[in-house]
């Protein structure tokens, strides 16, 4: 059981990329979904969240009014449009599923590999 990401890439500060995360299998079905980040030399926090209704969204106050987090359920999968992108952006993004309430506070059940964002200034 995999979470496959996707979608990294580098861009120039203004710009903006979309991040895409699909659940290998119907495990995850139930599941709250997310993003992460890490940024060199910091710890790992949250980015956005995503209930599996869809029907409830939670951002990080950086990233407020500049990503958008939304989900498939038909694919299982969730992605992160993120627009406006800034330098301090740059880290390599991770999606999880698990509980929602979990997943905004930090934790996660389950993971996928990270893809790598570079905003250059």
């Known amino acids: 059981v995999q979470l496959q990401a996707s979608g990294g890439g580098s861009v120039q500060a203004g710009g903006f990329l979309r991040l895409s995360c699909v659940a290998s299998a119907r495990t995850f079905s139930g599941y709250g979904m997310g993003w992460f980040r890490q940024a060199p030399g910091k710890e790992r926090e949250f980015v956005a969240a995503?209930?599996?209704?869809?029907?409830?969204?939670y951002y990080a106050d950086s990233v407020k009014g500049r990503f958008t987090i939304s989900k498939d359920n038909a694919k299982i999968s969730v992605s992160l449009q993120m627009n406006n992108l800034k330098p301090e952006d740059t880290a390599v993004y991770y999606c999880?599923?698990?509980?929602?309430?979990?997943?905004?506070?930090?934790?996660?059940?389950?993971w996928g590999q990270g893809t790598l964002v570079t905003v250059s200034s």
């Open positions: 999880a599923a698990g509980g929602t309430r979990a997943i905004v506070a930090g934790t996660s059940d389950y």
């Open positions: 995503i209930s599996w209704s869809g029907g409830s969204t």
